[in-house]
């Protein structure tokens, strides 16, 4: 079965750091596209970053020169560490694979971890 | 590009027709996913491309539209249905979602 697991979410002070991994399983892992999800308590759900099979990574504005994604295809695991911790980051974490056709433009989230949650606090 | 869902939230009944809406700011051909979610549970894939049905998913939902004006239908709620519903554009970076619509019993 095709499963993606987070970890690594904790509380944090505000300028802190973190790092958070996602480990798939089930799937030819280097193969694929993996993405992080946000939700802030009691909001709706915020793209983060990608990373892509062949090395190409995206972030959101909000995040970008801060939050950093990488992978380790050997260990099946993509992380996303997170510098310069804000009271705003504060959410759960949801790493999801991601199908990609790209001869037709086609992308979308077919499998979803059950999150991490992170807290910036003081 | 920013998507938005309307309404917010609705009020139903088992067995009722329930349409959401999601418009773009631009075009964005058929570049939508629908997501739902349950409370304390991470987003599941309805649907993609605007209108295919993820395998597994029942055929009551279903989605259509292109350019900047898409729907979700779900043809008769069902309990399990009471839930949030997301729609994602994956057009142009940044990839954005709707603010989610939620579905409550009447």
């Known amino acids: 079965d095709v499963q993606v697991l987070e970890s690594g979410g904790g509380l944090v002070q505000p300028g802190g750091s973190l790092r958070l991994s996602c480990a798939g399983s089930g799937f030819a892992f280097n193969s694929y596209a993996l993405t992080w999800v946000r939700q802030a308590p009691g909001k709706g759900l915020e793209w983060v970053s990608n990373?892509?099979?062949?090395?190409?990574?995206y972030y959101a504005d909000s995040v970008k020169g801060r939050f950093t994604i990488s992978r380790d295809n050997s260990k099946n695991t993509v992380y996303l560490q997170m510098n310069s911790l804000r009271a705003e980051d504060t959410a759960i974490y949801y790493c999801?694979?991601?199908?990609?056709?790209?001869?037709?433009?086609?992308?979308?989230?077919?499998?979803w971890g059950q999150g991490t949650l992170v807290t910036v606090s003081s | 590009i920013q998507l938005t869902q309307s309404p917010s939230s609705l009020s139903a009944s088992v067995g009722d027709r329930v349409t959401i809406t999601c418009r773009a700011s631009?075009?964005?051909?058929?570049?939508l996913a629908w997501y739902q979610q349950k409370p304390g549970k991470a987003p599941n894939l309805l649907i993609y491309v605007a209108s295919t049905l993820q395998s597994g998913v029942p055929s009551r939902f279903s989605g259509s539209g292109s350019g900047t004006d898409f729907t979700l239908t779900i043809s008769s709620l069902q309990p399990e249905d009471f839930a949030t519903y997301y729609c994602?554009?994956?057009?142009?970076?940044?990839?954005?979602f709707g603010q989610g619509t939620k579905v409550e019993i009447k």
């Open positions: 990373s892509g099979s062949g090395g190409s990574t």
């Open positions: 999801a694979r991601i199908v990609v056709v790209t001869v037709t433009n086609v992308y979308y989230f077919d499998y």
């Open positions: 631009q075009g964005i051909s058929t570049s």
């Open positions: 994602q554009q994956f057009n142009s970076y940044p990839w954005t």
